[in-house]
Each structure stands twice: as C-alpha cells, then as structure tokens.
C-alpha cells in the first residue's frame, strides 16, 4: 500500500506560478511510475503528466506542455509539479497518483496508477 499526500494548491493569478508536492510512502518510491492528474468542476479527471522509468521519462498533456514540469527526488519520496504560465483553465483540483507500471504506452488512463491522494485545489483568477 501506498499512502500520497499532496500540498502546495491555492490561488494565483493568470500567469503566475504554483508548485505542488507529493509525499509518497515506500520503501520502493524509485520504482513507481508517478502521475498528475486534475478534476475541473462539472469535468471528468484528466491526466497531467508523469514521469516514470529509472531515466526518469516524462510526458505531458498537450494543454499544459511547455508550462508544467513534473519532477521527483527518490531520496525523499517526493515528486513535483512546477506549473508557471499558469491559465484560469488550470484551475482543478490536482490528484498525485502512483504505480508500479513503468513500460506501455497507457500512461495517460487512470486505471494505469494504484494509488491516489486526496487532491489539492489549484484556483487561477482571471
């Protein structure tokens, strides 16, 4: 089992930056494949990025690449995502999500990732 807890949500204004963190539980952080995925209201949730594999590869959604980067520190069982540039579409909650999947191709699905944290609200005014 693996326990998530994300921090670093709140409001900022269109253009302005954020940071969110992931705690992860685990002796095996390194190995899990990790992913971002956020839930707009009235929207279903939709992946982020992730960043998976010991070179550590990442891939984004097509909406947020270029202004997100997602991260991770496997010696503190953390991974980030730094969203700058940062939209009033953005605005989400924002879920980290875990799994022990590092090769395919279905990274972007849901059902990919084992384990899911609480989300963090991500709000950016206009």
């Known amino acids: 089992q693996v326990q998530l807890v994300e921090v670093g949500g709140g409001l900022v204004q269109a253009g302005g930056s954020l940071r969110l963190s992931c705690a992860a539980s685990?002796?095996?952080?390194?190995?899990?494949?990790m992913g971002w995925f956020r839930q707009a209201p009235g929207k279903e949730r939709e992946f982020v990025a992730t960043?998976?594999?010991?070179?550590?590869?990442?891939n984004y959604a097509d909406s947020v690449k270029g202004r997100f980067t997602i991260s991770r520190d496997n010696a503190k069982n953390m991974v980030y995502l730094q969203m700058n540039s940062l939209k009033p579409e953005d605005t989400a909650v924002y879920y980290c999500?875990?799994?022990?999947?590092?090769?395919?191709?279905?990274?972007?699905?849901?059902?990919?990732?084992?384990?899911w944290g609480q989300g963090t609200q991500v709000t950016v005014s206009s």
């Open positions: 999500a875990a799994g022990p999947r590092n090769f395919g191709t279905r990274w972007y699905v849901e059902s990919w990732y084992d384990w």
């Open positions: 685990g002796r095996t952080f390194s190995s899990y494949a």
């Open positions: 960043i998976r594999g010991s070179a550590g590869t990442t």
